[in-house]
Structures are given as structure tokens and as C-alpha cells.
């Protein structure tokens, strides 16, 4: 082989090489940073790890808002099993009983504890898992 | 009536646009004669589609509700500014001002002369193209003419109230002018390996064009972070949202083609690497298209899911993509790769930038559609948040200002003599290590990454900053808009840090007349009045704050829109020179009390400080170029 040709060969290995080592890296990242979407029936069935950031989606139950101090609990239901969650801070404007909700926490001896609260931006917004049921 | 005149340009301008890129196909694109020929046809499409679109201004401003778009998104109460920006509150309009845009480009770039009858020809044609390709989509898929039969409504829908807004006003439009300039580079870029002639400095030619449309782009995310700041009451500036990152991409990739672009003379292999950018660049903004058009990505900014909407984009991109690379291989050999780049010269290091730009594209890139992937795959719902962005951004970052502060002394085409090169550099270091012991002083323990990001932050400032006394001392060029640019990236980093190191927040249950205190500020509540407004109802609660010896009122309120029945909160915002103290009202609890959120954000507003030094960067880049060919 010429000279100037293995040179290029080593090149292209080489760069082969770092890329694929970034692409593992970026990969690693991204499995170690996902957040998993449950309902709260999927919630109760898996093994979720404490220090695992979950997203949990269903609708807010009806009666079960419950403001102590500047904590608000609440119950998150998919009309089978439920959850409950506890959270500090504002709730959003569109948050009320009997209607969708997403929240961002960790779980904690079956309850969640949120960092944040989210109700969609639509009145008719239906979280899309519980939308067959 | 109007509505259907508007409707007809439309169509018209289509068909006269079709008629522009089926001429540059078939004339002689080197005569004068045709050349003219192309350029009036573009113009005359150009101009019945700026009508077409200023009649439907009209109809808005005169609340035609007949078009149903109009009684769908603006109401008679609204103001007139709002009425006019309604129109950009949707998919169907804000497509509809996307193209005018994209062709408005096209028609600037018509007016300058070039040399090049044939390359500029060939330009005009594949921006033709594409525009009627979006034309189409407009027509076909989201149709702002639709007229509501036999009675119109009365009084309208509304503009969602928390899109009634100056900020949000101008945002969307400032990011499609952004979004679609790209064209102008990736048309010229394509029409140059048509062309086929690799004497051309095509590069030079599309310089100002993309840095014109990078200062848009960067402007129109900076307003958006600016709005979502105080209008959704969260504090924060950057989400990671999926609407947010397909902005993002298509700017860091036009931020890697424009470093790019003035080394492309030095190596061929560059020249291949940057033709590959301007067709990257465009692609990742009609991609951003495609993700906020098709409602794809579960998203608080998703306007429609429509499936037909989805595949028309998608086709459309996977279209431009196939024939732009495909011409871009059968091309490849028109470069040898003969004159390869001297390790650690200037360009080197421009070279490392675009691979470092192109980590966090395909990171990004891997965060928005890993998601879809990972559901159909094991029909798991997963979403990607700030935790992986922040571990990808932040050590690229830093390791890429490392080579930012060691570039400054890089030559072109020269390598770097690590002996005599980097005094300046020594002393930067040492008073940067000085100043983080100093924000140690204040700040007290914070995690490693924090403290290389102040460091590298401080570095880059007293780089530049030595750069620029000791050019003036011995009366040497300075390049203005690289330290404009860098120094900006440097406070950024700064001030980003320090906005999460310093940053703190706490929600408070209180009735009038009670006083809260936090962090040195008390906070009281001193008065709840209710309001009448033309178009809502408001609660506002007005606080009487003391901070830093200073006292002074902030009044968040609740608002309870007519229209739709909406509810909203409208922050209060304290501007001090390093912090904003930020407030909230959130609801009544049934003992009287407010849930009240106090926030205090530290340097945010360096933030934007920065990005306007960015954008500002751009303009002088723009104006320097004019000067010379003036």
C-alpha cells in the first residue's frame, strides 16, 4: 500500500472511530437523562427507582385537591388506578379537578413528589394514553 | 369579495412563479435578455402575493369574520395591532407570512446585479421553486381563505390572551425572516454546482445573506426566551422545549457555516464541508417547519395535528434533501482534496468549532427524535428534558472555549508557534483565576462544572479584552465583530451560570396586609383591587416590596378573558441591576389566602444582553462588507 493511502486509511478509521465513540456518549446521555411516562396503572405495575425523574399523565381527580400551607396533594387518575402527588409552588391556570394533568417528580414511597405541574394549554386537552379508554 | 380577490393572487402569484423557475429552465441563462425576463417574472410573482397578503391584513383589520381563519383568531374588541398580528397566532396564517417572507428574500436578492447571469439565474429558479412548493402547501393543506358559509359569525373567537402580547407580536415573524433567508445560500450554493465552475467565490457572494438572516434568527429566539420569561410565570428563559430546540439547531448550524464561510478560500476540503452547511442550514429550518407544523412532538407550542399537514413537509423536505445531496455527490470530484489544512493555523480551529457546533446539532437533533424512535420501538412514552441537554451543552461548551481563547493567537494558514504566542493568554488566566476566587468569595461552594463555566466565562472576557488594548496601543486592526460576537458568548456563559447558581424562588400563602420576608426582601401585601378592561376582567394584587433599602410596588394579576373564558396570570417584574425580583399571584384558597410565588432571578437580563451583542456582531459584519463594495 502507498504511503499517502495508508495515511488516508488511518484517517478515516480514526475518525470512524471518534464519531462512533460520540455517538455512545450522546446515547449514554440520553439514557441516563429520560424521563418515562407512565399512567398511574403502569406507575403501580413497574419498578421505578427513587431517584428516577418520571413524568405521570391523567386527569386530576374530582374532591381530592387538598392545600396545606403552600403544599397542594392531589390525586391523578386514569378511571382505574390513581396516584398521589404532592407539590410546592403555583399551580397552573388551567389546573382544576376533573380535568388533564402532567407532573414532572419523583417517586416517594408510592407518591409523587412534582417539581412541576403542568396543565395543557387547551381546555379539550385529553392526555393522549388515556384517549382509547 | 376581498377574501376571494386575496385568494386569486394567491393562486395567480403560483402559477407566475411556476412560470419563473419552468423560464430559468428553458431560456439561455447567460443572455441579458432572459436574465431580465426571469427577474421581472419573479417580481411580478412576488409583488400579487405581497397583495394578495396585504388585502388579507384588510380583511383582518376590518373584522371580516366570513374567512374563517379571521373569526376563528381575532375578535372585533381586539385592539388593531392585535387584529393584525392575529394572523400569525396559527398555522394557516403564520404559513402564509412564512412565504411572503421566503419570497421577499428572493426578491432583494433579485434586485443586486451579479456578474454571473447564469449562477443568479439558476438562484431565482430554485428559489421559485420552493416557493411555489410552500405556495402549494398553503393552498392545498391550510387554506387561510376558507370562507364560512352562508352566515358569518358575529363577533369573532379571540387571539389566545396570552398571545396578546408586543413581545409575541414580533417574535414569529422575526424568526421567519430568520428561518427562511437560509434560502438565499442554499439556492446560490446549489446553483453553483449546477454551474460547475470552482473559480467562483460563491462563498463570499452569500456572506452578508447569512449573516443578515443569523442576526433574524437570533433575535427572533431571544425574544422568544425574553417572553416566555415573564409571560408563563415559570422564571425561566430556556426550556428545552422541542419548539425551542429545532430553532436552536438550524441557529447553531448557521452560527458554524458563517465561521465557516471566510476560511473556505484557505482549503478545498472546507469548501466541500461548507457547501454540505448551506444545504444543513436550510434543511434544519424547514425541519423546524415540519415539527411545529405537523404537531408531531408532544409540545406546549404543538398548534395542529394534522397527519396530511406532517407528510406534505416531510415529503417536501425529503425532496430538497434528495436533490440538493444528490447533486452535491455527482459534484464531488469537481474539488480535489489536494490542499489539506495546516494543523493548529487558523483554520484549523475554525475546522474544530464546526465539529463542536455539529455535536450539539446532533445531540439536539437526538433529544427531539429519540422519543418518537424509543415509542415505536417499545411503545414506552418517554420525553427528553433539561437534565440531558445540560450534560451534553455544558462540557462542549467549555471545551470549546478552550479553543476559542487559544485560537486568538492562531495564524492563517500558519501553525501556531507555541513559544513566542501566548503572553496575553498567561495573563488572562491569571486575572481570570483571581476573579473566580473573588465570586468563590461571594458565592461560596458551587459544583465544578459551575466553576470552570465562570472561569472560561472570565477567560474569554479578559482575552478579548487584552486583544483589543493591546491592538489600539499599537495601532493594529482590530476585528470588531469577532470580539463583539466571542465577548458576548463570554457573558453568556457567565451569566447563565451565575443565574443558576444565585437564582431562588419560594411560594408564600398570604392575605392582605400580611408581610412576608425572604432573602433580605419583604414582601407585603398591601391591596387586592378588581378590574374592568375592554376585553377581560382582572384581579390585581399589589405588593409593597423592600429590597436592598429600596421600596417600591409590584402588582401581578389573574385576567379572565371574555372570548374564551380563558384564565391568565400576568407576572410583576422588579428590574434591579443584577436580579429581577419576579412575582405571582396563583389562586384563592378557601381560608381567603393567595398562593403568592416570589422569585428572584439573578443576571437574567445579561442573558439577552449577550444575544443582543451576538445580533449586534452581525450587523457590523453586514455593514463592513457593504462599505468595501460601496
Known sequence: MKSHRKKRLINVLLLSALSGAGVLMVLYALNSNLDYFFTPSELLTEEIPSNRRVKVGGMVQKGSVKRDNSTINFTITDYNKTVDVSYIGIVPDLFKEGSGVVVLGYLNNGEVDAEKVLAKHDENYMPPALQDK | ?630
Do not use: C
Open chain 2, 1 to 630: 369579495m376581498i377574501a376571494d380577490i386575496s385568494h386569486y393572487l394567491s393562486i395567480l402569484s403560483t402559477a407566475i412563479f411556476m412560470l419563473t423557475f419552468s423560464l430559468v429552465l428553458v431560456l439561455d441563462r447567460s443572455a441579458a435578455h432572459s436574465t431580465l425576463l426571469i427577474k421581472r417574472s419573479y417580481s411580478h410573482a412576488f409583488f400579487l402575493f405581497l397583495i394578495s397578503f396585504l388585502l388579507y391584513v384588510y380583511l383582518a383589520l376590518t373584522d371580516n369574520f366570513s374567512v374563517s381563519y379571521i373569526a376563528q383568531h381575532s375578535n372585533s374588541l381586539l385592539p388593531n395591532f392585535y387584529k393584525v398580528t392575529s394572523i400569525w397566532s396559527a398555522h394557516e396564517g403564520s404559513m402564509f407570512l412564512w412565504i411572503v417572507f421566503l419570497s421577499l428574500w428572493g426578491f432583494v436578492f433579485n434586485l443586486y446585479n451579479d456578474n454571473n447571469l447564469n449562477v443568479k439565474n439558476l438562484s431565482i429558479g430554485i428559489i421559485s421553486i420552493i416557493i411555489v412548493g410552500f405556495q402549494l402547501f398553503l393552498l392545498v393543506t391550510s387554506n387561510p381563505f376558507e370562507i364560512v358559509l352562508p352566515f358569518a359569525p358575529e363577533n369573532g373567537a379571540d387571539i389566545n390572551p396570552v398571545l396578546q402580547d408586543p413581545a409575541l407580536a414580533i417574535h414569529p415573524p422575526t424568526l421567519y425572516l430568520g428561518y427562511v433567508g437560509f434560502v438565499i445560500p442554499f439556492a446560490y450554493s446549489l446553483a453553483f454546482l449546477i454551474n460547475g465552475n470552482k473559480s467562483l467565490n460563491w462563498e463570499k457572494k452569500v456572506k452578508s445573506w447569512s449573516v443578515m438572516a443569523w442576526v433574524f434568527l437570533t433575535i427572533g429566539i431571544s425574544l422568544g426566551s425574553w417572553w416566555a420569561y415573564y409571560e408563563l410565570g415559570w422564571g425561566g428563559y430556556w426550556f428545552w422545549d422541542p419548539v425551542e430546540n429545532v430553532a436552536l439547531m438550524p441557529w447553531l448550524a448557521a452560527t458554524a457555516f458563517i465561521h465557516s464561510l471566510s476560511v473556505a478560500s484557505k482549503s478545498n476540503v472546507l469548501r466541500i464541508w461548507n457547501l454540505l452547511l448551506s444545504i444543513i442550514v436550510f434543511s434544519l429550518s424547514l425541519f423546524g417547519a415540519f415539527i411545529v407544523r405537523s404537531g408531531i412532538i408532544d409540545s406546549i407550542h404543538s398548534f395542529a395535528n394534522d397527519p396530511q399537514r406532517g407528510m406534505y413537509l416531510l415529503a417536501f423536505i425529503a425532496i430538497i434533501l434528495f436533490v440538493s445531496l444528490g447533486l452535491f455527490i455527482s459534484r464531488f470530484s469537481m474539488f480535489d482534496s489536494s490542499k489539506n489544512i495546516k494543523s493548529l493555523s487558523k483554520e484549523s480551529f475554525i475546522s474544530l468549532n464546526n465539529i463542536f457546533f455539529g455535536v450539539l446539532i446532533f445531540s439536539t437533533m437526538m433529544g427531539i427524535t429519540y422519543p418518537l424512535i424509543y415509542e415505536l420501538l417499545y411503545s414506552q412514552k418517554i420525553s427528553v428534558g433539561a437534565p440531558f441537554y445540560n450534560a451534553i451543552y455544558a462540557p462542549i461548551t467549555i471545551l470549546a472555549t478552550v479553543m476559542l481563547v487559544v485560537s486568538i493567537d492562531s495564524k492563517w494558514g500558519r501553525t501556531i508557534d507555541i513559544k513566542g504566542s501566548f503572553s496575553m493568554l498567561y495573563v488572562s488566566l491569571a486575572i481570570s483565576l483571581v476573579g473566580l476566587v473573588a465570586i468563590g468569595y461571594f458565592i461560596g461552594e458551587m459544583p465544578f462544572i459551575i466553576m470552570l463555566s465562570f472561569f472560561m466565562g472570565l477567560v474569554i472576557i479578559f482575552r478579548y479584552s487584552i486583544l483589543v488594548i493591546s491592538n489600539f496601543l499599537h495601532k493594529k486592526y482590530t476585528n470588531i465583530p469577532s470580539v463583539l460576537a466571542h465577548t458576548g458568548l463570554g457573558l453568556l456563559i457567565l451569566s447563565i451560570s451565575a443565574n443558576s447558581i444565585l437564582s431562588s424562588e419560594k411560594v408564600f400563602n398570604m392575605k392582605p396586609n400580611e408581610t412576608r420576608s425572604f432573602q433580605n426582601i419583604t414582601v407585603r401585601f398591601s391591596e387586592l383591587e378588581l378590574l374592568n378592561n375592554s376585553n377581560h376582567d382582572s384581579i390585581r394584587a399589589t405588593f409593597s416590596i423592600n429590597s436592598e433599602g429600596k421600596s417600591f410596588f409590584l402588582s401581578p394579576e389573574k385576567r379572565k378573558y371574555f372570548a374564551r373564558g380563558q384564565i391568565t396570570s400576568e407576572t410583576a417584574i422588579k428590574i434591579m441591576p443584577f436580579k429581577d425580583i419576579y412575582l405571582t399571584i396563583g389562586e384563592q384558597l378557601d381560608n381567603g389566602q393567595w398562593v403568592v410565588n416570589v422569585q428572584l432571578n439573578y443576571f437574567i437580563r445579561f442573558i439577552w444582553l449577550s444575544a443582543a451583542m451576538m445580533a449586534l456582531s452581525g450587523l457590523v459584519i453586514i455593514k463592513n462588507i457593504i462599505r468595501t463594495k460601496a
